[in-house]
């Protein structure tokens, strides 16, 4: 599937290849609810890195957490002029982009059911929106993204 995605002001567009567009999992980490906001959660899809095409790349930054003193290796890209979060790439896996879903523009199907994972690190006043079926987990995931979609035979 072909994800079409833009920032807030417009400065930055892209289009990137995804063999996994379901939304489905909510990352509650203190890094994507301070960088992604987005009702105490952001969610990730996965992209075939080799066919992102970024329109205004020259406005975009770079963000790398710090995690225990440590930088990451994950690279958020956001709009330096707005501010939206655009996608994440990590060098650990170069065949990926990981675009948050808030940027997305194309119509994205609808998950069967949810992760919620870093819920260790979520805040007592955020609610997770817990509905039948979905998976609740204090840290990651038991599943890839790829290994989810292929799970539903959503690949």
Known sequence: M???????CG??????QSRHPYPFNRCYCQICRKT???????INL?????????RGLEHTSVYQAKIDGETSSAKRHFCRHCASALW??????????????SAIDSDLPTAPERTHMMLGS?????????REGDLCFDEYPDESLAQWHEHHGLT
Not at 36 to 42: C, I
Not at 46 to 54: E, R, Y
Not at 122 to 130: E, L, N, Q, R, S
């Open 46 to 54: 996965d992209g075939d890195a080799d066919t992102l095409n970024v």
């Open 2 to 8: 072909l994800l079409q995605g833009s920032c807030h």
């Open 36 to 42: 992604a906001g987005g009702g105490g959660f952001a």
């Open 122 to 130: 979520k805040p007592a006043w955020v609610d997770t929106d817990t």
């Open 88 to 101: 994440l790439y990590d060098d650990t896996w170069p065949e990926h982009v990981h675009p948050f879903a």
């Open 11 to 16: 400065a930055v567009s892209f289009d990137v």
